[in-house]
């Protein structure tokens, strides 16, 4: 992170107390500098919605998480040391990691299957209750006692996030598991229509798991979708599209961040990344999602495509990566072509941004966000 990415900035109180937080780029509401003309086509409400096809079942692959949200306000700086005392007004819990995604597909689809591993224990029960509460099967997660679920505390007070910590101790599948989770991939594969791999580097993706998986499904003619992790040096070859943000695709091109260019299609090293990346992973798109600035489209033997953001404010970029690859999916599986899907996965990710926490949109919302 660059000295003009992390700084220090002062929030005034309502007794006029100065506060200085540190200020990151994902904590603070930002405004996008510019919209950039997106004249290649159109998508109205009608084909959104004749694209969200809600008969449709998606599986998901990845480290499901607990995402908990202590909400407070800050009024003084600690005498133990610099830093902000929260006195806390509420606290919350939602689905994280691979499991966020599952609970956005589950506003646009008919049935969301989940692969994954769990502990025992409150923070075990307490995530799969969430998902049971949302009708999302659970067949395929696996109890483990010897494994910690991954919980994740925000630390929130007025729209910013303090602190994050994280309890976790990676580990991916035993043997025994590992047979067990194919022998449940294999039971539900002809009826899905797609399958989402998401990656958070925890340990759970490993390179044979995910060749099995993905040679499996693809010869069984489905839609592959994939969230990577770079510093999970996996290859991704086969796939229907990979999903990168901006910083993970230069990393995973093995090049040096370089500063955003406006507009993104004039910015030679992020062009320069997406055709690598093409190449490396060998699927048939990259997608990268550029915060402010929307998503880029890659494809082999075809020109980048850019959709330009739809956020009108960002306030909380957690949890919108997993939006974005809900919801191009989704189109996908819906018939949409993969602009079509980009564009409808812009949309949603321009939705939740500007809401606080890991948040999901809705049908309505999403359909709303179209012109008729």
Same mark, same amino acid.
């Given at each position: 992170?660059?000295?003009?990415?992390?700084?220090?900035?002062?929030? *005034?109180?309502?007794?006029?107390?100065?506060?200085?937080? =540190?200020?990151?780029?994902?904590?603070?509401?930002?405004?996008?500098?510019?919209?950039?003309?997106?004249?290649?086509?159109?998508?109205?409400?009608?084909?959104?919605?004749?694209?969200?096809?809600?008969?449709?079942?998606?599986?998901?692959?990845?480290?499901?998480?607990?995402?908990?949200?202590?909400?407070?306000?800050?009024?003084?700086?600690?005498?133990?040391?610099?830093?902000?005392?929260?006195?806390?007004?509420?606290?919350?819990?939602?689905?994280?990691?691979?499991?966020?995604?599952?609970?956005?597909?589950?506003?646009?689809?008919?049935?969301?299957?989940?692969?994954?591993?769990?502990?025992?224990?409150?923070?075990?029960?307490?995530?799969?209750?969430?998902?049971?509460?949302?009708?999302?099967?659970?067949?395929?997660?696996?109890?483990?006692?010897?494994?910690?679920?991954?919980?994740?505390?925000?630390?929130?007070?007025?729209?910013?996030?303090?602190?994050?910590?994280?309890?976790?101790?990676?580990?991916?599948?035993?043997?025994?598991?590992?047979?067990?989770?194919?022998?449940?991939?294999?039971? =539900?594969?002809?009826?899905?229509?797609?399958?989402?791999?998401?990656?958070?580097?925890?340990?759970?993706?490993?390179?044979?798991?995910?060749?099995?998986?993905?040679?499996?499904?693809?010869?069984?003619?489905?839609?592959?979708?994939?969230?990577?992790? *770079?510093?999970?040096?996996?290859?991704?070859?086969?796939?229907?599209?990979?999903? *990168?943000?901006?910083?993970?695709?230069?990393?995973?091109?093995?090049?040096?961040?370089?500063?955003?260019?406006? *507009?993104?299609?004039?910015?030679?090293?992020?062009?320069?990344v997406g055709a690598a990346l093409l190449e490396k992973w060998r699927c048939e798109h990259v997608l990268v999602t550029l915060s402010e600035q929307g998503m880029i489209l890659?494809?082999?033997?075809?020109?980048?495509?850019?959709?330009?953001?739809?956020?009108?404010?960002?306030?909380?970029?957690?949890?919108?990566?997993?939006?974005?690859?809900?919801?191009?999916?989704?189109?996908?599986?819906?018939?949409?072509?993969?602009?079509?899907a980009a564009e409808i996965a812009n949309h949603a990710s321009g939705i939740v941004v500007a809401k606080t926490g890991t948040a999901v949109t809705s049908r309505e919302e999403?359909?709303?966000?179209?012109?008729?």
């Amino acid at each position: 992170m660059t000295d003009d990415e992390c700084g220090m900035t002062k929030s *005034p109180n309502r007794d006029g107390f100065t506060l200085d937080f =540190i200020r990151h780029p994902s904590s603070v509401i930002r405004h996008p500098s510019s919209v950039i003309p997106h004249s290649s086509f159109r998508m109205n409400r009608s084909r959104v919605a004749q694209i969200l096809n809600p008969t449709r079942r998606i599986l998901v692959i990845g480290e499901v998480m607990l995402d908990e949200f202590i909400w407070g306000k800050v009024s003084r700086i600690s005498p133990e040391a610099p830093v902000p005392v929260v006195d806390v007004i509420r606290q919350s819990f939602t689905p994280g990691g691979a499991a966020n995604v599952a609970r956005n597909l589950h506003e646009f689809v008919e049935q969301v299957h989940v692969l994954s591993l769990v502990g025992t224990g409150q923070d075990s029960e307490q995530l799969r209750d969430l998902l049971k509460a949302r009708n999302i099967h659970l067949e395929g997660i696996i109890i483990d006692p010897d494994y910690t679920t991954i919980r994740k505390t925000r630390v929130i007070a007025r729209n910013q996030q303090v602190v994050r910590v994280d309890r976790e101790k990676p580990r991916g599948f035993t043997p025994a598991q590992q047979a067990r989770a194919l022998e449940y991939f294999e039971s =539900i594969l002809d009826s899905l229509d797609a399958v989402i791999l998401e990656d958070y580097g925890k340990g759970l993706l490993q390179q044979p798991l995910v060749d099995t998986i993905i040679s499996r499904a693809r010869k069984a003619r489905k839609i592959v979708n994939v969230d990577p992790k *770079p510093s999970n040096p996996i290859r991704w070859h086969d796939v229907t599209c990979v999903t *990168p943000n901006r910083g993970e695709a230069f990393q995973a091109a093995g090049r040096a961040v370089t500063d955003s260019i406006d *507009p993104p299609l004039e910015d030679a090293a992020l062009l320069e990344v997406g055709a690598a990346l093409l190449e490396k992973w060998r699927c048939e798109h990259v997608l990268v999602t550029l915060s402010e600035q929307g998503m880029i489209l890659f494809a082999p033997r075809k020109p980048p495509h850019h959709i330009p953001t739809r956020a009108q404010e960002v306030v909380d970029v957690s949890g919108a990566g997993d939006t974005a690859i809900a919801l191009f999916t989704t189109a996908l599986t819906g018939g949409a072509t993969p602009y079509e899907a980009a564009e409808i996965a812009n949309h949603a990710s321009g939705i939740v941004v500007a809401k606080t926490g890991t948040a999901v949109t809705s049908r309505e919302e999403l359909l709303a966000s179209f012109p008729e």
